[in-house]
Protein backbone atom coordinates (compact mmCIF):
# COMPACT_ATOMS: atom_id res chain seq x y z
CA UNK A 1 0.00 0.00 0.00
CA UNK A 2 1.11 3.70 -0.59
CA UNK A 3 1.43 5.69 2.07
CA UNK A 4 1.73 9.21 3.08
CA UNK A 5 3.13 11.13 6.31
CA UNK A 6 0.97 10.72 8.62
CA UNK A 7 0.26 13.69 11.42
CA UNK A 8 -2.32 12.49 14.15
CA UNK A 9 0.11 13.89 17.06
CA UNK A 10 0.17 16.94 15.70
CA UNK A 11 -4.21 16.80 15.18
CA UNK A 12 -4.32 15.56 18.99
CA UNK A 13 -2.35 18.50 20.13
CA UNK A 14 -3.97 21.22 17.93
CA UNK A 15 -7.60 19.72 18.75
CA UNK A 16 -8.83 22.45 16.47
CA UNK A 17 -9.33 22.53 12.49
CA UNK A 18 -10.18 24.78 10.34
CA UNK A 19 -13.78 24.31 8.59
CA UNK A 20 -16.26 25.86 6.14
CA UNK A 21 -19.43 25.74 8.49
CA UNK A 22 -23.15 27.00 8.47
CA UNK A 23 -25.04 28.03 11.68
CA UNK A 24 -28.68 28.05 9.88
CA UNK A 25 -30.21 26.65 6.38
CA UNK A 26 -30.32 29.21 4.07
CA UNK A 27 -29.90 30.55 0.58
CA UNK A 28 -26.32 30.24 -0.44
CA UNK A 29 -27.12 32.56 -3.54
CA UNK A 30 -28.65 35.20 -2.01
CA UNK A 31 -26.47 35.08 1.09
CA UNK A 32 -22.69 34.13 0.69
CA UNK A 33 -22.50 34.94 4.55
CA UNK A 34 -24.34 31.78 5.22
CA UNK A 35 -20.58 30.28 5.41
CA UNK A 36 -18.08 30.51 7.70
CA UNK A 37 -14.82 29.33 8.19
CA UNK A 38 -14.20 28.44 11.62
CA UNK A 39 -11.52 26.96 14.48
CA UNK A 40 -13.74 24.09 14.97
CA UNK A 41 -12.87 20.95 17.38
CA UNK A 42 -11.71 17.55 15.86
CA UNK A 43 -14.04 14.75 15.62
CA UNK A 44 -13.89 13.47 19.45
CA UNK A 45 -13.50 9.75 18.74
CA UNK A 46 -12.75 7.25 16.25
CA UNK A 47 -15.49 4.63 16.38
CA UNK A 48 -14.79 1.45 15.52
CA UNK A 49 -15.48 1.42 11.70
CA UNK A 50 -13.97 5.22 10.70
CA UNK A 51 -11.29 6.61 9.59
CA UNK A 52 -9.92 10.03 10.34
CA UNK A 53 -8.51 11.80 7.46
CA UNK A 54 -6.62 14.98 6.84
CA UNK A 55 -7.74 16.30 3.88
CA UNK A 56 -5.70 18.03 0.92
CA UNK A 57 -9.33 18.30 -1.71
CA UNK A 58 -12.34 18.30 -1.27
CA UNK A 59 -15.34 18.01 -4.09
CA UNK A 60 -16.81 21.93 -4.67
CA UNK A 61 -20.25 21.47 -6.40
CA UNK A 62 -24.22 22.36 -6.53
CA UNK A 63 -25.14 19.82 -3.86
CA UNK A 64 -23.29 22.17 -1.22
CA UNK A 65 -25.82 24.61 -2.16
CA UNK A 66 -28.58 22.23 -1.61
CA UNK A 67 -26.80 21.18 1.79
CA UNK A 68 -26.53 24.70 2.93
CA UNK A 69 -30.39 25.50 2.19
CA UNK A 70 -31.44 22.06 4.19
CA UNK A 71 -32.86 20.48 0.76
CA UNK A 72 -31.10 17.09 1.92
CA UNK A 73 -31.42 15.66 4.80
CA UNK A 74 -28.34 16.20 7.38
CA UNK A 75 -29.06 15.03 10.68
CA UNK A 76 -26.61 17.18 12.59
CA UNK A 77 -26.71 20.59 14.98
CA UNK A 78 -24.90 23.20 13.83
CA UNK A 79 -22.57 23.99 12.92
CA UNK A 80 -22.88 21.80 10.41
CA UNK A 81 -19.31 21.57 8.59
CA UNK A 82 -19.78 21.80 4.31
CA UNK A 83 -18.49 19.22 1.62
CA UNK A 84 -19.39 15.44 1.05
CA UNK A 85 -16.54 14.17 -0.59
CA UNK A 86 -12.57 14.80 -1.27
CA UNK A 87 -9.01 13.22 -0.84
CA UNK A 88 -6.57 13.11 1.94
CA UNK A 89 -4.29 10.73 3.86
CA UNK A 90 -6.05 8.66 6.84
CA UNK A 91 -4.23 9.47 10.10
CA UNK A 92 -6.57 7.42 12.48
CA UNK A 93 -8.09 3.94 11.94
CA UNK A 94 -10.99 2.22 13.87
CA UNK A 95 -10.23 -1.30 15.29
CA UNK A 96 -12.54 -2.68 13.40
CA UNK A 97 -11.46 -1.12 10.14
CA UNK A 98 -9.94 -3.88 7.23
CA UNK A 99 -8.25 -2.92 3.99
CA UNK A 100 -7.00 0.12 5.08
CA UNK A 101 -4.26 1.93 7.25
CA UNK A 102 -2.94 4.73 8.95
CA UNK A 103 -0.71 6.75 5.96
CA UNK A 104 -2.91 4.86 3.26
CA UNK A 105 -3.94 7.62 0.70
CA UNK A 106 -7.76 7.57 -0.14
CA UNK A 107 -10.56 9.68 -1.05
CA UNK A 108 -14.27 9.16 0.03
CA UNK A 109 -18.03 10.16 -0.77
CA UNK A 110 -20.21 10.41 2.81
CA UNK A 111 -23.64 11.34 1.95
CA UNK A 112 -26.00 11.83 4.16
CA UNK A 113 -23.75 12.70 6.60
CA UNK A 114 -25.78 11.31 9.27
CA UNK A 115 -27.27 7.85 7.94
CA UNK A 116 -29.51 4.67 9.04
CA UNK A 117 -27.22 2.40 11.27
CA UNK A 118 -24.72 5.30 11.72
CA UNK A 119 -22.66 4.58 15.28
CA UNK A 120 -20.79 7.17 15.44
CA UNK A 121 -22.49 11.16 15.91
CA UNK A 122 -19.51 12.56 14.87
CA UNK A 123 -18.91 12.29 11.23
CA UNK A 124 -18.06 15.91 9.06
CA UNK A 125 -18.19 17.50 6.07
CA UNK A 126 -14.94 17.46 3.71
CA UNK A 127 -14.72 21.00 3.67
CA UNK A 128 -12.63 20.78 6.92
CA UNK A 129 -8.97 20.17 7.62
CA UNK A 130 -9.94 16.84 8.99
CA UNK A 131 -13.05 14.48 7.83
CA UNK A 132 -14.43 11.16 10.19
CA UNK A 133 -15.92 8.92 8.09
CA UNK A 134 -17.14 5.44 7.75
CA UNK A 135 -14.53 3.43 6.54
CA UNK A 136 -16.78 1.73 4.22
CA UNK A 137 -17.43 4.99 2.07
CA UNK A 138 -13.24 4.75 1.60
CA UNK A 139 -10.89 3.53 -1.25
CA UNK A 140 -7.28 4.19 -2.06
CA UNK A 141 -7.35 7.13 -4.25
CA UNK A 142 -6.26 6.93 -7.92
CA UNK A 143 -2.28 7.34 -8.07
CA UNK A 144 -2.64 8.75 -11.71
CA UNK A 145 -4.02 12.03 -9.61
CA UNK A 146 -2.61 14.86 -7.60
CA UNK A 147 -4.23 13.79 -3.93
CA UNK A 148 -5.79 17.69 -4.42
CA UNK A 149 -7.18 16.87 -7.73
CA UNK A 150 -8.99 13.05 -6.91
CA UNK A 151 -10.60 15.11 -3.91
CA UNK A 152 -13.04 16.04 -7.01
CA UNK A 153 -13.53 12.67 -8.36
CA UNK A 154 -15.69 10.78 -5.74
CA UNK A 155 -19.73 12.16 -6.44
CA UNK A 156 -18.66 13.07 -10.40
CA UNK A 157 -16.83 9.93 -11.36
CA UNK A 158 -19.59 8.09 -9.19
CA UNK A 159 -22.24 9.97 -11.03
CA UNK A 160 -21.22 9.55 -14.60
CA UNK A 161 -19.87 5.83 -14.09
CA UNK A 162 -23.28 4.44 -12.21
CA UNK A 163 -25.67 6.41 -14.77
CA UNK A 164 -23.87 5.04 -17.73
CA UNK A 165 -22.96 1.64 -16.95
CA UNK A 166 -25.74 0.62 -14.42
CA UNK A 167 -28.95 2.74 -15.07
CA UNK A 168 -28.56 3.73 -18.82
CA UNK A 169 -26.30 0.23 -19.32
CA UNK A 170 -24.58 2.07 -22.72
CA UNK A 171 -23.52 -1.04 -25.45
CA UNK A 172 -21.55 -0.66 -28.46
CA UNK A 173 -23.62 1.25 -31.08
CA UNK A 174 -25.52 3.07 -28.96
CA UNK A 175 -26.50 6.90 -29.22
CA UNK A 176 -26.32 8.31 -26.16
CA UNK A 177 -26.91 12.05 -26.03
CA UNK A 178 -25.20 14.19 -23.15
CA UNK A 179 -26.35 17.31 -21.68
CA UNK A 180 -23.78 19.85 -19.84
CA UNK A 181 -21.35 17.61 -21.13
CA UNK A 182 -18.40 20.22 -20.24
CA UNK A 183 -19.26 19.85 -16.90
CA UNK A 184 -18.15 17.82 -13.94
CA UNK A 185 -19.95 14.93 -14.80
CA UNK A 186 -20.59 15.45 -18.10
CA UNK A 187 -17.07 14.84 -19.04
CA UNK A 188 -16.67 11.90 -17.41
CA UNK A 189 -19.89 10.55 -18.62
CA UNK A 190 -18.83 11.58 -22.21
CA UNK A 191 -15.24 9.19 -21.66
CA UNK A 192 -17.28 6.05 -20.08
CA UNK A 193 -19.81 6.35 -23.30
CA UNK A 194 -17.13 6.20 -25.48
CA UNK A 195 -15.25 3.75 -23.96
CA UNK A 196 -17.81 1.66 -24.65
CA UNK A 197 -18.58 1.80 -28.10
CA UNK A 198 -21.25 4.47 -27.85
CA UNK A 199 -21.88 7.63 -30.53
CA UNK A 200 -21.88 10.50 -27.95
CA UNK A 201 -23.46 13.52 -28.98
CA UNK A 202 -23.05 16.00 -26.88
CA UNK A 203 -24.20 19.49 -25.92
CA UNK A 204 -22.01 21.97 -24.91
CA UNK A 205 -20.85 25.96 -25.60
CA UNK A 206 -18.62 25.74 -28.88
CA UNK A 207 -15.61 26.66 -26.73
CA UNK A 208 -15.54 23.25 -25.40
CA UNK A 209 -16.20 21.51 -28.71
CA UNK A 210 -12.84 20.54 -29.73
CA UNK A 211 -11.82 19.26 -26.02
CA UNK A 212 -15.26 16.90 -25.54
CA UNK A 213 -14.49 15.79 -29.40
CA UNK A 214 -10.83 15.03 -27.85
CA UNK A 215 -12.92 13.02 -24.83
CA UNK A 216 -14.43 11.12 -27.34
CA UNK A 217 -17.70 13.02 -28.54
CA UNK A 218 -18.75 12.01 -32.12
CA UNK A 219 -20.76 14.95 -32.23
CA UNK A 220 -21.09 18.52 -30.59
CA UNK A 221 -23.46 20.76 -30.15
CA UNK A 222 -23.53 24.43 -29.21
CA UNK A 223 -27.16 24.96 -27.50
CA UNK A 224 -26.85 28.55 -27.59
CA UNK A 225 -26.52 28.77 -31.56
CA UNK A 226 -29.29 26.47 -32.26
CA UNK A 227 -32.05 24.41 -31.37
CA UNK A 228 -30.39 21.32 -30.35
CA UNK A 229 -34.02 18.97 -30.21
CA UNK A 230 -34.17 20.35 -34.44
CA UNK A 231 -30.22 19.90 -35.06
CA UNK A 232 -30.32 15.75 -32.97
CA UNK A 233 -33.78 15.18 -34.89
CA UNK A 234 -32.19 16.33 -38.63
CA UNK A 235 -29.12 13.89 -37.17
CA UNK A 236 -31.43 10.99 -36.28
CA UNK A 237 -34.92 10.75 -37.42
CA UNK A 238 -35.91 7.59 -35.48
CA UNK A 239 -34.39 9.39 -32.25
CA UNK A 240 -31.58 8.58 -29.88
CA UNK A 241 -31.29 5.45 -27.42
CA UNK A 242 -29.97 7.20 -24.46
CA UNK A 243 -29.76 10.21 -22.51
CA UNK A 244 -27.74 11.81 -19.67
CA UNK A 245 -29.03 15.53 -18.70
CA UNK A 246 -27.80 17.85 -16.83
CA UNK A 247 -29.56 20.96 -17.47
CA UNK A 248 -32.85 21.68 -15.81
CA UNK A 249 -35.94 23.56 -17.16
CA UNK A 250 -36.91 23.42 -20.95
CA UNK A 251 -33.95 21.01 -21.91
CA UNK A 252 -34.87 18.49 -20.18
CA UNK A 253 -37.70 18.07 -21.82
CA UNK A 254 -36.22 18.60 -24.81
CA UNK A 255 -34.02 15.81 -24.22
CA UNK A 256 -36.81 13.43 -23.91
CA UNK A 257 -38.25 14.73 -27.33
CA UNK A 258 -35.76 13.49 -29.48
CA UNK A 259 -35.59 9.81 -27.95
CA UNK A 260 -36.92 7.01 -29.66
CA UNK A 261 -40.26 5.64 -28.27
CA UNK A 262 -38.33 2.71 -26.10
CA UNK A 263 -35.10 5.25 -24.91
CA UNK A 264 -34.47 5.60 -21.58
CA UNK A 265 -33.07 9.07 -19.90
CA UNK A 266 -31.30 9.44 -16.26
CA UNK A 267 -32.30 13.52 -15.55
CA UNK A 268 -29.90 14.25 -12.75
CA UNK A 269 -31.98 17.76 -12.26
CA UNK A 270 -35.42 16.15 -11.66
CA UNK A 271 -37.34 18.45 -14.00
CA UNK A 272 -38.20 16.76 -16.91
CA UNK A 273 -42.65 16.16 -17.02
CA UNK A 274 -42.57 14.60 -20.42
CA UNK A 275 -42.74 11.08 -20.72
CA UNK A 276 -41.70 8.38 -23.38
CA UNK A 277 -44.20 6.24 -24.58
CA UNK A 278 -42.80 3.06 -24.07
CA UNK A 279 -39.36 4.12 -22.74
CA UNK A 280 -38.71 5.39 -19.28
CA UNK A 281 -37.77 9.04 -17.87
CA UNK A 282 -35.99 8.98 -14.38
CA UNK A 283 -36.08 12.13 -12.13
CA UNK A 284 -35.29 10.34 -8.49
CA UNK A 285 -31.95 9.76 -8.97
CA UNK A 286 -29.53 10.34 -6.49
CA UNK A 287 -25.97 8.91 -6.61
CA UNK A 288 -25.13 6.51 -3.75
CA UNK A 289 -21.38 6.19 -1.47
CA UNK A 290 -20.11 2.67 -2.78
CA UNK A 291 -16.25 2.01 -2.12
CA UNK A 292 -16.59 -0.54 -4.86
CA UNK A 293 -17.34 1.94 -7.53
CA UNK A 294 -14.64 4.75 -5.89
CA UNK A 295 -12.05 1.69 -6.74
CA UNK A 296 -12.85 1.46 -9.87
CA UNK A 297 -12.57 4.84 -10.84
CA UNK A 298 -9.30 4.56 -9.31
CA UNK A 299 -7.99 1.96 -11.70
CA UNK A 300 -10.04 3.48 -14.65
CA UNK A 301 -8.09 6.93 -14.05
CA UNK A 302 -4.62 4.81 -13.08
CA UNK A 303 -5.26 2.38 -16.46
CA UNK A 304 -5.91 5.75 -19.03
CA UNK A 305 -9.51 5.45 -19.63
CA UNK A 306 -10.44 8.51 -17.73
CA UNK A 307 -8.59 11.87 -17.51
CA UNK A 308 -10.00 14.43 -15.01
CA UNK A 309 -10.27 17.84 -15.98
CA UNK A 310 -9.98 20.56 -13.28
CA UNK A 311 -10.46 24.37 -14.03
CA UNK A 312 -9.07 25.81 -10.88
CA UNK A 313 -7.67 24.49 -7.06
CA UNK A 314 -9.26 26.90 -5.14
CA UNK A 315 -7.70 28.28 -1.69
CA UNK A 316 -9.09 26.59 0.75
CA UNK A 317 -9.88 30.57 2.06
CA UNK A 318 -12.18 31.00 -1.24
CA UNK A 319 -14.62 28.17 -0.49
CA UNK A 320 -17.80 30.49 -1.01
CA UNK A 321 -16.43 32.32 -4.56
CA UNK A 322 -15.21 28.65 -5.37
CA UNK A 323 -18.98 27.38 -4.66
CA UNK A 324 -20.55 30.95 -6.81
CA UNK A 325 -18.08 30.14 -9.56
CA UNK A 326 -19.50 26.07 -9.70
CA UNK A 327 -22.98 27.52 -9.13
CA UNK A 328 -22.74 29.80 -12.25
CA UNK A 329 -22.72 26.64 -14.87
CA UNK A 330 -19.99 28.06 -16.93
CA UNK A 331 -17.38 25.44 -15.41
CA UNK A 332 -14.99 23.15 -17.74
CA UNK A 333 -14.77 19.87 -15.56
CA UNK A 334 -14.48 20.63 -11.91
CA UNK A 335 -13.61 23.20 -9.25
CA UNK A 336 -11.73 21.59 -6.54
CA UNK A 337 -10.78 22.92 -2.98
CA UNK A 338 -7.43 23.23 -1.88
CA UNK A 339 -6.99 22.13 1.67
CA UNK A 340 -3.82 22.51 4.39
Known amino acids: MR ?9 TARKLMGAWAIHRFDDFRRDHALLSLERLPLPPKVEPHDVLI ?6 VGDWDARVAAGEWPVDRSFPIILGLAGAGSIVDVGKSVVDLQKGDLVYTYNHPLSHRGCPSAHHNGAWAQYMLVPFDRVALAPTSLD ?18 DDILQVFRHDIVLI ?29 NHEFLRGLGAAMTI ?11 RRAFPTGVDKALNGVAG ?41 RRR ?47
Open 179 to 207: TAAAGGVGHLAVQIAARRGARVVALARRH
Open 294 to 340: LAELARMFDGGDLQLEVSRVAPFADAPSALAEVLGKQVRGVVVLGIR
Open 54 to 59: RMHGAE
Open 3 to 11: TGTTDTQTA
Open 222 to 232: DYTEADFVEVV
Open 147 to 164: LTHAGAVPIIGSTAHETI
Open 250 to 290: ETANGVVRVMKPVGHVVDLTGSATEKLPDGRVDTDYAVRPD
